[in-house]
């Protein structure tokens, strides 16, 4: 019998990673005398991946971006990236203890993110909690990334979990809409990365600390789904 699983975003929503995140944008658009991004600029820009980050910094001070030099700011971005894993970058209050909450309820974990695969486990590695996770899917991991539904079912999948006693938990519009698309009830929490607040795309749930993500939240919210 397949079990119960959460399916967690990494980025804003498990890590807190934007001060990294920030830090290599910022190197990479220094690179091609663009102007810093700020914390609230960023919040626009993060959610699909380094490439579109680069991307949204451009088109936000007017500049055109050719591939070859989206390129070339993507492996700059990368490369700082990878070099200061974990960085700055801390599991947010409550994360460890989640964890060990739903583990001893029986529950699957796994992560689903559109970071790149090699620098989600290098982060969840380096802080420790690598052994907790069933599976961690990133952006390049298959050939498709949030907000298709794929990204998360197929992670359920790798997993080993029951996609019918499932519950995603994300900080973005593109994680709601995932998990909507997958008929999959999606937890919000408000202190991501998203310029708007959460409830605007209408999750299932909104939670400002991870303690109020209970085992009777988690089991009323997979009930009411019904799948
Ligand atoms: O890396 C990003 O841009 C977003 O990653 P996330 O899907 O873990 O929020
Ligand atoms: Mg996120």
């Known amino acids: 019998m397949t079990r119960p699983i959460i399916v967690f975003d990494l ?4 890590i ?10 910022n190197h990479s658009l ?5 102007a810093a991004v700020d914390e609230v600029g960023f919040r626009r820009f993060v959610g699909h ?6 991307e949204r910094a451009h088109a936000a001070q007017q500049r055109s971006l050719e591939s070859q030099e989206h390129d070339r700011l993507l492996k700059l971005f990368l490369d ?12 947010y209050p ?3 203890e989640t964890i060990a909450r739903f583990e001893a309820a029986g529950y699957l974990l796994a992560v689903c993110t559109n970071k790149y695969e090699a620098n989600s486990v290098a982060l969840i590695e380096a802080l420790g909690l690598a052994k907790h996770f069933a599976a961690i899917c990133g952006q390049d991991t298959f050939a498709f990334r949030k907000p298709d539904p794929r990204h998360l079912t197929e ?3 790798l997993a080993g979990g029951n996609p019918h006693l499932a519950l995603m938990v994300g900080d973005s519009q593109t994680d709601i809409d995932t998990a909507k698309a ?33 085992l009777g939240l988690a089991e009323r919210l997979i009930a009411a789904a019904g799948r």
């Not at 001060?19 to 290599?24: F, H, K, T, V």
């Not at 220094?30 to 663009?34: C, M, P, V, Y």
């Open 11 to 14: 980025d804003g929503t498990l």
């Open 16 to 25: 807190d990673t934007a001060p990294d995140l920030l830090d290599s944008l």
């Open 30 to 34: 220094a690179a091609s005398e663009l």
């Open 49 to 54: 991946g380094g490439r579109v980050m680069i």
């Open 80 to 91: 700082h990236y990878t070099d200061n894993i974990p960085g700055k970058s801390r599991p």
């Open 94 to 96: 409550g994360v460890v």
């Open 155 to 157: 992670t359920i999948a």
């Open 182 to 214: 997958a008929g999959i009830p999606v937890v919000a929490v408000d202190f991501g990365y998203t310029d708007r607040h959460v409830r605007e795309f209408e999750p299932s749930a909104v939670i400002s600390h991870f303690d109020a993500l209970t």
